[in-house]
């Protein structure tokens, strides 16, 4: 039983440029959220996907947008990268069909470097 | 911002010991839960415990809450190597829009020699 997936593992972009991260969440699960980690610090929620909408969003600008498919993997797009962004970011499943208040499942992240 | 603050930030102990961790945050929560990080890797989830339970057991893990005091701690009893890691709680606020956003805080670098 596959767990959750992401790609690509570690990617170094410069500043001005755009990036997309993908996810793909545990099987059965219809639910993705995206968090950013910083070095050093927990983990910060970027948004969350349920049923192909944004259903909850965090404090990030709108430079940060997202995508659910329909067989639920998802996508973190970054526009206009600045050096800031330079950090590990998490994707995690859930399934809401069973409540808010399950465990997520994470993902290994991807580690995004920005020159 | 992060919700929550954990206590100590690190903690070096030797293989054998129990370890403790602390937790408090501010809002009111449906949940709350640990989880853990080795390093550069994803979080794993380690135990969740509910807002109207006061403590929680699973296998070498003790976590307590106390909602009056917005407080919660992690023990880890005899604890090994292979628990070196970070440690984040993470809570789930309470209400019926949060769709299971979590807040996590600071977290706290747990060494354990060998």
């Known amino acids: 039983d596959a767990g959750v997936t992401q790609s690509p593992t570690h990617l170094i972009k410069t500043r001005g440029q755009q990036v997309t991260l993908r996810c793909s969440p545990k099987s059965g699960h219809d639910t993705v959220s995206w968090y950013q980690q910083a070095l050093g610090q927990g983990p910060q929620f970027i948004f969350q996907?349920?049923?192909?909408?944004?259903?909850q969003r965090g404090n990030f600008p709108d430079r940060f947008s997202g995508h659910q498919f329909p067989n639920y993997s998802s996508e973190l797009n970054v526009n206009a990268l600045l050096l800031g962004d330079s950090a590990l970011y998490l994707c995690?499943?859930?399934?809401?069909?069973?409540?808010?208040?399950?465990?997520?499942?994470f993902g290994d992240g991807t580690r995004l470097s920005i020159l | 911002s992060q919700q929550g603050e954990e206590d100590p930030q690190a903690l070096s102990i030797q293989e054998g010991e129990n370890a403790t961790m602390n937790c408090s945050y501010k809002?009111?929560?449906?949940?709350l839960q640990w989880y853990r990080q080795n390093s550069g890797r994803g979080l794993v989830h380690l135990i969740l415990i509910r807002s109207n339970e006061r403590e929680k057991h699973s296998g070498r893990l003790r976590v307590t809450l106390d909602t009056s005091k917005k407080s919660s701690s992690l023990l880890i009893t005899a604890s090994r190597a292979a628990d070196t890691a970070s440690y984040f709680c993470a809570t789930l606020r309470a209400g019926g829009t949060s769709y299971g956003k979590l807040t996590f805080g600071q977290g706290t670098i747990l060494t354990v020699h060998p």
């Open positions: 809002t009111s929560i449906n949940n």
């Open positions: 996907y349920y049923e192909e909408e944004e259903r």
């Open positions: 995690a499943s859930s399934s809401l069909r069973w409540g808010a208040s399950q465990p997520q499942h």
